[in-house]
């Protein structure tokens, strides 16, 4: 697929597409929940609707009318088994999740992905919930997909101290926790974001969290809940970045979801000296609108505990600092070898082939800049962001860029290409 450019900027106004991380959260404690629970803007791309068919195979009755999803509530002892081993496509947020879940039922069930999921390291959750007295196994005794959960009603709570700073392995634990008996008690590698602890709030159970530790007592009954899922800060990205460095750009994004766990590129961005404003903060539902214009960038060095608050970030990020004044390096940032593709590899390779001075490292990268970018012959490797990531890029690269693989794009943001269409300053609007 040929990409788009934007010889004379970018100009308009975003509503970006709804937070995967909630829109497959709010499915799944719908489902635990007892009651009807109501999702409006829920996304629907293809990671979401694999949490969606996943939970009707286990025999919750989930309705979409076009606006909202109904969520009937069968509450953590209702669930069936399925019929069948249960595809999960792409999500990796999907299947660690559900490892939780499924630990607590007196049932067995098999989940399976595509390529890129079957080669996802699942030992981080398998682990925990082994020790928590649910059997789990991968293919062949390996710690990949298909993984096959034996549950039990007899969990028993955990002391459990993290080894890797990863949300969907905080998130299996504390839905195995919730059906334990007993306190259980998680210590985090750093900080991560924290959809999860927020929505057992929400939907009327108990959790305390203090720093990096976390304590729950189960089991626990929640309540159904009306959600309304913000706009994805990781999706807003990509535009932030893009505005950031095409020349003469300037854009709104629309209601775009500030978890402070979440917001570590707003850090960034704020730090390199883009031109960045948080206007009409929504406190309560955590949303704002964010406008950005270009400017000149400083690079900086991104490490430590901000790492979680922007790892899905940082293959755009990377983009940023190719047109960066100086040496950015971003380090402690290995988890990016073990999401839908190397991100390391794919981000430093790609960008390489459009003329971009980035060097892969062991646990990040070395970028110099500000580097002007040429036309390429580039590739997603099937990875929705390193895709998107490619299409901002190929937005300032002198000639053509063409796309292989662009329908990855579909598993978090399926109106991407249309969406940056619409801001190209010459395109729709002058
Ligand atoms: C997610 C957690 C992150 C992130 C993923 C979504 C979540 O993964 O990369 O896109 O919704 O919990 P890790 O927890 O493995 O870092």
Redesign the pocket.
């Known amino acids: 697929m040929k990409l788009l450019q934007a010889p004379n900027g970018l100009y308009g106004s975003i509503t970006v597409p709804a937070d995967k991380?909630i829109s497959?959260r709010s499915i799944m404690f719908g489902a635990l929940a007892i009651g009807q629970t109501t999702i409006k803007n829920f996304l629907r791309a293809q990671d979401c609707l694999s949490t969606l068919n996943a939970f009707k195979k286990l025999g919750v009755p989930i309705t979409d009318d076009g606006t909202t999803i109904t969520v009937t509530g069968v509450g953590f002892n209702g669930l069936t088994k399925s019929p069948a081993a249960i595809d999960i496509g792409n999500s990796?947020?999907t299947i660690r999740l559900m490892m939780g879940i499924l630990a607590g039922q007196n049932f067995t069930t098999t989940l399976f992905g595509d390529e890129s999921l079957n080669r996802r390291p699942m030992e981080r959750v398998m682990a925990p919930l082994r020790q928590m007295g649910a059997h789990l196994t991968g293919k062949e005794d390996s710690e990949f997909p298909p993984i096959t959960i034996q549950g039990t009603k007899e969990l028993v709570p955990i002391d459990y101290q993290m080894p890797v700073a990863?949300?969907?392995?905080k998130?299996a634990i504390i839905f195995a926790a919730l059906q334990a008996k007993g306190t259980s008690t998680i210590i985090e590698k750093e900080i991560?974001?924290n959809h999860t602890e927020e929505m057992i709030r929400q939907f009327g159970g108990k959790i305390m969290t203090d720093g990096r530790e976390i304590r729950l007592t189960g089991p626990q009954t929640l309540s159904a809940q009306n959600v309304i899922v913000p706009g994805d800060i990781s999706s807003a990205a990509f535009f932030l970045v893009a505005a950031a460095i095409t020349p003469d750009s300037q854009l709104y994004l629309k209601n775009v979801g500030m978890n402070p766990t979440r917001t570590g590129i707003i850090d960034v961005l704020t730090q390199m000296g883009a031109k960045l404003a948080v206007e009409n903060v929504d406190a309560e539902n955590q949303a704002a609108d964010l406008k950005i214009e270009t400017t000149n960038l400083e690079a900086i060095t991104i490490e430590g505990e901000i790492i979680p608050r922007l790892?899905?970030e940082l293959p755009i990020i990377a983009l940023l600092a190719t047109q960066a004044n100086g040496q950015t390096i971003i380090k402690n940032a290995e988890?990016l070898k073990v999401?839908e593709t190397n991100r390391i590899d794919a981000t430093a390779e790609e960008l390489q082939k459009m003329g971009a001075d980035i060097i892969p490292t062991a646990d990040g990268l070395i970028i110099n800049g500000p580097t002007p970018l040429k036309g390429a012959e580039v590739s997603s490797r099937g990875d929705h962001r390193i895709g998107m990531m490619l299409q901002i890029a190929a937005l300032i690269a002198k000639g053509v860029t063409t796309l292989q693989f662009p329908e990855a794009i579909n598993i978090s943001y399926p109106n991407f290409f249309n969406d940056v269409k619409k801001i190209i300053a010459g395109e729709n609007n002058a």
């Not at 990863?166 to 392995?169: F, K, L, W």
Request: proline fraction near 0%; glycine fraction near 6%; avoid cysteine.
């Open positions: 991380s497959h990796g947020t990863s949300a969907q392995v998130s991560s974001r790892i899905d988890e999401k």
